[in-house]
C-alpha cells in the first residue's frame, strides 16, 4: 500500500511539473499541494491600469457595464450604470444573477444593459 500511495504522488507531481498556467491559490489547491508535495504557482500580480470615463458625444448616453462571479459555487452579479453627454446621472442596476461564470455574467450585463435602454428610448 505504501508504495502505491508513494507511485501514485510521484505521477502527481511528474505531471504538475508538465502543467503550464498557473492555479488560483485557493484553499482547496493549497490542501492539494500539502498531501501531493507540490508547490503552489502564485499568480503574477498585473500592473495597475488608470481608466478613466469619457463622456459620450453630445445626445447619446453611455452605459458603463460590469459582471463578475466570485466563489465555488460561483455567485454572479452585474451592474449598469447610465450616464448622458453632461455626465448627468440616469439611472443604475444591480443585480445577483445566482450560479454564473464571469463570462456569462458579462453577457447577462450586456444584454440586460440593452434591454433597458430601449426600454429607456
Known amino acids: ?51 478613466r470615463w469619457s463622456f459620450p458625444p453630445m445626445g447619446w448616453v453611455k452605459a458603463n457595464i460590469d459582471g463578475s462571479a466570485f466563489g465555488q459555487p460561483s455567485c454572479g452579479t452585474f451592474d449598469v450604470v447610465f450616464r448622458d453627454s453632461t455626465a448627468q446621472f440616469l439611472g443604475g442596476f444591480s443585480h445577483n444573477i445566482g450560479h454564473a461564470s464571469p463570462f456569462l455574467a458579462e453577457l447577462c450585463v450586456a444584454m440586460f444593459a440593452i434591454e433597458k435602454a430601449g426600454l429607456m428610448n
Do not use: W
Open 1 to 51: 500500500m505504501a508504495n502505491l500511495i508513494h507511485s501514485v504522488i510521484a505521477e502527481v507531481n511528474c505531471s504538475y511539473s508538465l502543467t503550464k498556467g498557473v492555479n488560483n491559490s485557493s484553499v482547496l489547491d493549497y490542501k492539494l499541494s500539502q498531501l501531493f508535495h507540490t508547490p503552489l504557482r502564485a499568480k503574477p500580480i498585473a500592473a495597475p491600469l488608470e481608466v
